[in-house]
């Protein structure tokens, strides 16, 4: 089942996992800004977002949302939406005077922190893709739904260990003490790519 090319494409998945996108630029700044307690909590929320839509596409949902393209676009539109507002507020947060500490990161108790990172997550019509796509490519013909939720479990593991990972490595001192001294420049690339990623949602082909 788990054969070297799978562990090949594995690979490749926690390389992408751990590549700048709006998962990992969320869990940095607010671990950044607000510590390693809140940044594990928004990570937990996006995990829980990250499982929902793998989950799905093990059941073959993801078939049913592409086969009916309102459900798509609803998911879409909301996702590119939220993006466009965490640019706005990043690049509001690059404006405030130097020492100022506010923008980028989720505010919020516990629960907020959780709905935020799961929100951020199941709202972005990449997941799924990425899911059903991952499934497509690593699943035998004629797999069975334990196959499917074996691998399931295997590429969730590599999701766990990049998104903690994130809130452990830019929760540390000296990446904070960096953070602190650039924080503009941060902001404006979180901005910059918030704002990116809410134009490719917007104008991504989805068949």
Same mark, same amino acid.
């Given at each position: ?7 090949? &494409? ?6 992408? @996992? ?18 390693? @307690?809140?940044? #594990?909590?928004? $990570? ?10 793998? !989950?799905?596409?093990? #059941? ?13 676009? !609803? *998911? ?13 507020? /990043?690049?509001? $947060? %690059? ?7 506010? @923008?980028?990161?989720?505010?919020? @108790?516990? +629960?907020? #922190?959780?709905? +935020? ?8 019509? +990449? /997941? ?10 690593? %699943?035998? %013909?004629?797999?069975? *739904? *334990? ?21 452990? #490595? ?30 490719? &949602?917007?104008?991504? +082909?989805?068949?």
């Amino acid at each position: 089942m788990f054969t070297f090319e799978f562990m090949l &494409i594995w690979v490749g998945w926690l390389m992408a @996992g751990g590549s700048p996108g709006p998962a990992t630029l969320s869990i940095a700044g607010t671990a950044m800004q607000r510590g390693r @307690g809140p940044a #594990l909590i928004v $990570s937990l929320g996006i995990l829980a977002g990250s499982a929902s839509w793998g !989950i799905a596409a093990a #059941l073959g949902l993801s078939a049913i949302m592409l086969a009916n393209a309102w459900i798509f676009e !609803i *998911v879409r539109y909301f996702g590119a939406g939220y993006l466009l507002w965490l640019a706005i507020k /990043a690049l509001r $947060s %690059a404006t405030k005077p130097a020492g100022a500490m506010s @923008g980028t990161p989720f505010s919020g @108790g516990p +629960k907020t #922190l959780f709905a +935020k990172g799961m929100a951020l997550h199941i709202t972005n019509p +990449k /997941a799924i893709l990425s899911w059903g796509s991952i499934y497509a490519i690593v %699943a035998p %013909a004629g797999a069975t *739904v *334990v196959d499917l939720f074996g691998y399931f479990g295997v590429l969730y593991a590599g999701s766990i260990m990049i998104f903690i990972g994130y809130a452990f #490595l830019f929760s540390s001192p000296w990446i904070v003490a960096g953070y602190s001294r650039a924080r503009r420049w941060f902001d404006l690339a979180f901005a910059g790519f918030f704002g990116f990623a809410s134009v490719k &949602i917007l104008t991504a +082909k989805l068949t």
